[in-house]
């Protein structure tokens, strides 16, 4: 079992950061790529930054190339996503999701066991 707390969404203006946190609990974090969701109203959730189990390799979906960096300390137990230059189409409800599977970094929601509450980020113009 992973239970996952997402934090540090808010409402910033456009142009500006947010450090999103996600904190998870239970033994097979290490062992478990890590992803960032998001959905804005009326759209499908969809997958924003991912991280393997030793940040060898991560993820990033064309619209936030460039402005967000995920990070992870596995022995924290924390998985991170730094979000610059922030724009109002980031405006959603982020997510913090597990992929326990025992090798590769899930890209679709059905590769990921364990989903945070979610964290609503607001980017106003």
């Known amino acids: 079992q992973v239970q996952l707390v997402e934090s540090g969404g808010g409402l910033v203006q456009a142009g500006g950061s947010l450090r999103l946190s996600c904190a998870a609990s239970?033994?097979?974090?290490?062992?478990?790529?890590m992803g960032w969701f998001r959905q804005a109203p009326g759209k499908e959730r969809v997958l924003v930054s991912a991280i393997s189990r030793s940040s060898d390799y991560t993820y990033y979906a064309d619209s936030v190339k460039g402005r967000f960096a995920i990070s992870r300390e596995n022995a924290k137990n924390m998985v991170y996503l730094q979000m610059n230059s922030l724009k109002p189409e980031d405006t959603a409800v982020y997510y913090c999701?597990?992929?326990?599977?025992?090798?590769?970094?899930?890209?679709?929601?059905?590769?990921?066991?364990?989903w945070g509450q979610g964290t609503q980020v607001t980017v106003s113009s």
């Open positions: 999701a597990a992929d326990i599977r025992p090798r590769g970094v899930g890209m679709t929601q059905n590769e990921y066991n364990y």
């Open positions: 239970g033994r097979t974090f290490s062992s478990s790529a």
